[in-house]
């Protein structure tokens, strides 16, 4: 044979719970002590697949300061020695060849100084250079295994053998179950003797005594010697532990090392079961002195490669594992993830995911809604309110506890505060806002603060693609209809009565197209679809004052807004999902929905224009509003006066009375002859026969 | 749901002991895990990283690099030629759990497991496809491989429906040990979960 023989590389492996105990020691203990430690790694003896390389591996036992908690019979022990930068600018500049001949100095020493015969562990001494971003879960690691790089040439004698080739069978069990019964640390490395027909099993101090013995006396006190080491490596090549083996051996019987053949065994599989034998001889030196002085002057080598194949650190990103809002985002996605992969392949998760979604109103509604969007994984939700927590509110507002009324909390504040202990990776945010309302007269006092609330919620429309109107009174969703008019914005309608609720999406607004809707069409699209003023043929106004509606007690049956939110969350997640989105065409009648009509059914259904449902009969209709050329929120003069006049447009819907009537042309139209007609024409596209109590 | 082709939640926990006793002696890893006193809240479990090398199929495909970024490519050293370092062939971690549950709809046994192709579980998963791909390409053609919410620990896992384990056991009629019978036959489905030869002992 003329190669010289050549060493298969080591691996290593970290368990996450390496990492983990790390971090915590790293906070607890170390700080910011930069000096080496000294950590454990193990080869584990459990492996089924043995005919790849069995790593390296370090877990939460290699921080372990006493030998008993981490020796154990189903392992073989190495020491190692971990130095943790800092900074990453620190981690750089390590010169990695500097690095591993100065920490691997106790190795050279270790043989030189004898300790390493009776303590073979330290041959198999492995380094660890670490950064660990503490922040990110980010940890950056190489790990070494030293050696001296001017390795004596060393031939193969013959081919190397299977333990069964070179030992009665008897031997093999012997070296099995001697093998089995070494400490995990004396399993690294160690000697076996064959004398007549006994096989002992010795430690390297015994085996270079009895060759230095024998070749003083020229006789032997054995038939054959060989030096075993644990073998990690599954190429026919040795792995990498006999380097540091051949290194001791050199040094400490150099006339044998370099005239004689010297056996080794490679110890393989959990059972020494597939053993090798190999037979090697050193190259023939002239002055092998010579030669061996230069092998422990040699700089080290040993650095791992990294599963890239690169000579460089492992980079690895635990933040999914270890970081515990992660770990609740993780759990999030994938019960959504699981829906979509079993029954709607094609859902838009991510579509959901962006969406930013404006909660106006935070009580029982804006509670029960926020829930419902946590749970399609929407990771965007701002909550505007102006009061606070009360007692009164917690049984019944699904977000408040009985700390925030004793707190007296801003609702908007304890909403935020709320979806975050949920999940704390959401964008949340809280709002305090008064919102103007027409009717409702502003004086020179408030004139300041009107001007501030309309800015901050014009702000809010514009940065939001969904707004819901999840206000307790009339009047108080008026500007948002307006303002979702016309900045173009979806918006999602939820009303309660005492035990019966509305739920709406409104229409599109295309500001050209004063002309009234064709009202004969059967499902009419998004831009036809009327707001929640279009029906109405009176102006919103102040209800604490004429209390001809129910806003001003909203009392309802508590099941009601868990109901009714539901129904309004579901209705936009199912016109997202819909191919035409808000242009969707609006469901009226149950019967005969043909799936193949893609106008009406999207992706997880039909999209409804208005639900109305109450507990008292447990009905639930589909209704349609047309979009009404003179509502006082949505028409095309209220809009453009809007867009004119701005806050001047806003103070005097609050303080002229019947302003609005006016400007849309109500007004007008409710002096005509032919009001009931006109009425009819308005309430005949709704199939509900009661009367349009408007709740 | 019992008669043929079932198995029965006390036999299961029979046989599921001792499959953990072998597991004990030849120390591969298997414990058994849970509430033995309910019926269906114990099983059988095993983690495991091994380290795999290219073969052709799929879950062998060397991973795509999510250990490194951007920050990677600084660290590419070029250090001192070492002649005694020899070739290697390139390999990668492979970390995969495999559960054994009882179904108690079905009366059989059900196997759940992950598989990802890295040093860490968690990382980098085996997608549904590979796994699918990997259970045709078994000699099984085990179609009903899907991901569903293991029913103990309530985190998405891959298993194989239980559908065909009523076949199955039907064959394995004459063991001593039907759980084993059947695992060591769906096992390669599983992501080529081995089994020990030891375990054949148990059922004869
Ligand atoms: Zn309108």
Redesign the interface.
Known sequence: MSK??????L?S????TFWAKFVELKIDKFKLDEKSISIWGSYG?????E?????L?LDFTSFNEDLETVDNS?SVLCCGRMINTNTFEAF?QIN??KFIDSMGKDVINSIQDGTALQSPWKLSLFLVLAYSDLKKYKF?YWVAHPTP?K?PEMYYEESPKSINEEFAAKHVEDLCQGFLQLDSRTKNYFTVLLSGDKMTIVDLAAGVKAINTNSEKQSQSYNEIYFAFYDP?A?S?PGWPL?NLLCLLCWHCPTYYFSKVIKFISIRG?KTQKSLVFALKSKQYENYKCERDSLFLS?L?G?ES?????????????S??MDPTKLSDR?VN?NL??MK??LVPDLDLEKIYNLKCLLLGAGTLGCAVARILLGWGVNNITFVDNSNVSHSNTVRQSLYSHQDAVKHKHKAYAAKDAVLNIRPSINAEGVILHIPMPGHVVGESMLDSTKKSLEKLEELVENSDVVFLLLDSREARWLPTVLCAAKNKIAINAALGFDSYTVQRHGTRNFTNPISPDLETRNPRGMDLGCYFCNDVTQPGNSQTDRTLDQQCTVSRPGLSQIAAGLAVELLITLLQHPLGIEAEALVRRDNISPSDTDLVGLLGCVPHTIRGSLWNYDTHLTITHRFTSCTACSVPIIAEYKNRGLRFVLDTCNVPNYLEKLSGLEQILKRPDLDELCYALDNTSDDDEDDKKI | MDGPGTITWDEFLENAERFVEMSCQI???WELRGDKKVPGEAYVARK??????SSGNSINDR?T?R???D??D???????Q?????S??????LVTEHHVLWSMSYGVPILYFNGWKS?????NPIS?EEAQSLARNGELKYKDL??A?HPILG??FLHLHPCMSHELLQMTSNSKNKLVSWLSTVAPAALNL?L?CEYCQLTI
């Open positions: 010289f023989v050549k060493f298969s590389k691996r492996t970290t368990d996450s003896l459990q492996s089924l697949n005919d790849n390389s069995n790593p591996t189903l750089r990695p060849e950056y790089l390795l490596c190429t090549n380097r959990n700089n080598v650095w990294n599963l890239n194949d690169k000579l460089g650190p492992t980079i690895v990103n635990l999914d594992m759990a994938l993830k699981l992969w079993r | 120390s591969d890893g495991q990283k091994q380290y795999i090398r991973p690099p250990y490194s970024d920050s990677a600084d660290f590419d050293f070029v250090l001192k070492d002649p005694f370092e020899a290697c062939p390139i390999e990668w971690p040093d860490f579980a968690g990382i549904m899907s991901q919410i985190t998405p081995k020990r």
